[in-house]
C-alpha cells in the first residue's frame, strides 16, 4: 500500500486493500477556538495525528478527517465552525454507508472533540450497526487515558488545557505559542461533568450558553478552562505515545 491515506489511494488500490482487511479509522474533530495561543484546528489535528500514527502502524486506512464537531458554546470567538449535531449524525452514517457497501466491516471512529461529540457520534454509531451489519467502536482519549493522565500530574479536562495543549507541542509545536497562553484554573468547588477521570464528574455534560462563555471571556480575556501553562512536550510525548499503544489494542480486538 503506498499510503495509509484513503484519499491518497487510487480505488484499484483501495479494492486489494479489501481483499486482506476490512477495518478503517476515521478521525472526528472540531475547528472551534482554543484560545490565543492554539489553532482553531487543534481536535482534528490530534484526531488525525492519532488516526495517522495508528494507521501507519497496524496498516490499517484511514479516512480524511472530519474537521467539524458540534461546537455551539465556543462560537463566541471568531473562525469557530459548528455543525447541528443532527447533520452530523448524517454525515458519519454516509461515511459508513458508503464505505460498508465497499466491503469494509470494522470502523473506529477517533474523537478530537472530547465529550461534545461523543453523543451523535453513538447515535450513527448505533444506527449504522443496526442497518448496515458492521461493527464500530468510539476511540476517546479521555475514556483511554485515565491513569497516564494523573500519572502526568495533569489537572482536570477543561478546554485548551494542559492535556490537548501537551499532546499539541509534541505533534504540532509550530502551531502553538505557548508564551500566549494564560491559566484559569478550575474552581474546585460543586459538581464537575466533563472528566471521566475525575470522582467529581457527577452531573451530564450540556454545552454552556454562548451568555456564559461570554462573560468568561470579558472577564478572563479568553475562554480557556485548566492550565496551559502547565503543558510540554514531554508531557505531551508520554500521553499521545500511551494512546497510541490503547488504539492498536483496540485495532487488535477489531481483527
Ligand atoms: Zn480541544
Known sequence: MSSIHLQELTWA???????????????VGSTEQHGRF?????????????????????????????????????????????IRAEILIEML???????????????????GHRIVNIPWMQIACQRAQEELQIRTLLFDPAYMSKEIGTQLGFGEIGHAEE?????????????VDLSLAKD?????????HIDPRNPRDTLCYVPSTLAAQQEILQKT????????????????????????????????VLQ
Not at 14 to 24: F, I, N
Not at 163 to 168: A, H, K, P, T, V
Not at 184 to 192: A, E, K, T, V
Open 13 to 27: 488500490e483501495v479494492e486489494a486493500y479489501l481483499q486482506q482487511d476490512d477495518r478503517c479509522l476515521i478521525p
Open 38 to 82: 492554539a489553532p482553531l484546528g487543534t481536535d482534528s489535528y490530534l484526531a488525525q495525528a492519532l488516526a495517522e500514527e495508528g494507521g501507519r502502524k497496524s496498516g490499517v486506512l484511514v479516512t480524511p478527517p472530519v474537521w467539524f464537531g458540534w461546537s455551539p458554546h465556543h462560537l463566541v470567538c471568531p473562525g469557530t465552525i459548528s
Open 93 to 111: 452514517f454516509d461515511v459508513f454507508k458508503s464505505l460498508s457497501a465497499h466491503g469494509f466491516k470494522k470502523f473506529v471512529v477517533i474523537n
Open 163 to 175: 492535556i490537548e495543549i501537551s499532546q499539541m507541542l509534541h505533534c504540532f509545536p509550530d502551531l
Open 184 to 192: 484559569h484554573p478550575h474552581s474546585g468547588q460543586g459538581h464537575y
Open 221 to 252: 480575556g479568553d475562554t480557556v478552562g485548566g492550565n496551559p501553562e502547565q503543558a510540554s512536550a514531554a508531557k505531551g510525548k508520554t500521553y499521545h505515545e500511551h494512546l497510541i499503544r490503547r488504539l492498536l489494542e483496540v485495532l487488535d
